[in-house]
């Protein structure tokens, strides 16, 4: 959403399951030509920012992202003192390679001609020879292939490449000096310079780095990724979105006995699994109610496969579950470091309150804590609910009965310390998690459980989480399976989602009239 008469940015949701966007109401006010929504725009990831952006990603040093964190902080800021805007590019092509999904995108754009003039048969470089054939083909000089090996549509094949009799290549990159055997089917791959494909080998959506040497009968799954120089031995397979690199010999990863390593690239096979170390939930994005790791999304595999295989992730996950979960608490003990971070939390809450301690001051050491520990957003506010309890007064354990006294504790707390968790619900997914760490906080404990509907009613009020994600949560949790506290906690909250949800539809419904009567008038 833009203002029309200088095109500031005031809102931006890239969910793709989003129905709606948020914007401060006193943005749109003093929009005297009024606002442009466009939901047929393509982000292109190129920004062109001031010095005051290094400024501002180290006064919050855990902003990571410039669109979760740098954009919706500044959209989000009440101050207003930054901003952003946006051009629209009509008639020329413009894009940023980010990730492999968006390379993948970029180079079936050149190569279908949607970013011309830049096309491979333009040989913009000097030392280039492709020629352009039907169907978006491109072959360099010196192209060697045997007549009954086809390339089909979308296809690049770079000089003094061989290919043998029966292959079929489609939808793909070959870079030069590649050489591909016989029977070998590749399908919407990219191969790097020098690689060497045996026979009978099928390679689907996989992405090869330099000099890698594929052995006869070999399948590569959709997803797969081979860094430079791997060796994948005969009649192995690569199971989907493996990432395979070829560590220097005599480093404290390369092990040719390893039973491991045997499995994963064959006897006499050269690679070792790369191992994302980090637990960021920033490398996890929730899709269609499926948790799905990054790493797999930004791969060039089509979006059905890594679908698929959230499921899976998700069924071990609860199946290995029972069998950690006490192996973990011995190693950690009693207090691990959730617990800690919770306590450090609360600890850091009631000092402000007591110290009349600025909102901005507790909110640093807040993010300093949730940068620190490494946690998600889910736990993060989890542990400010706790907090907020702790400064009301309600005691860890025993009845406690809702007064008006208490409820204008639990307003004057949420009202004095909203920032704390605003900060981190910007877009739908994120005010989701908002919502879940406060059904998380509340079934901790027997005597929360009752302020739930009235914590809810009061984020929404604050406009921490709008009545969008509180709706969606709710569906996920009617759609959950099984029996326990979360089916409770909807019957806690039914008077509240009722009138939500009925609030929801007038608002749709009041909209819609707005658009019928303006078309009428025309």
Known sequence: MTRKETSQLLAYDNTLDSKSVECQVELLLNAKKGVEVRYDLMDTHIDICSPKVLMLFTENFDWRDRRRNLMQGVLQSKIGSEKIYAHVVRGDYAARVHDLRTYDSISKDIIRRWAHPMAPDNNMFSDSSYSFQRENIYKEDNVRMARSSSLERDTLV???????SNTRISRSVIARNVVIGNNVIIENSYLWEGCVIEDNVSITSAILGQGTTVGEGAVLEAGAILGARVVIDAKVTVKRFDRIHSPQEGSDEFDQDNQAQVELVGTNGRGVRFEDDSDDSDNELDIEGKTVPLNQVNSIAPAEEYLALSQRYEDDDMKDFDETESDEEEELGHDDMDAKFF?????????????????????????SLKLSYNINISDYAHAVYLGFFAIMGVPDEGDVKITKTLLAKL???????????RKYAGILNSQMEVVQGLENACVSASQYQQFFQWCLQEIYQLDIVSGEAILDWAKLREQASGEGLTPLMLKKASTFLTWLKDAEEDDESDSDSDSDSGSDSD
Request: no cysteine; glycine share 12%; net charge negative.
């Open 158 to 164: 770079g000089g003094n490449t061989t290919i043998g």
């Open 343 to 367: 306590r450090e939390v609360k600890d850091t809450l009631l000092r402000g309150t007591e110290l009349n301690g600025q909102e901005n001051d507790v909110l640093l050491e807040l993010s």
């Open 411 to 421: 307003k004057t707390t949420f009202k004095h310390w909203a920032l704390t968790l």
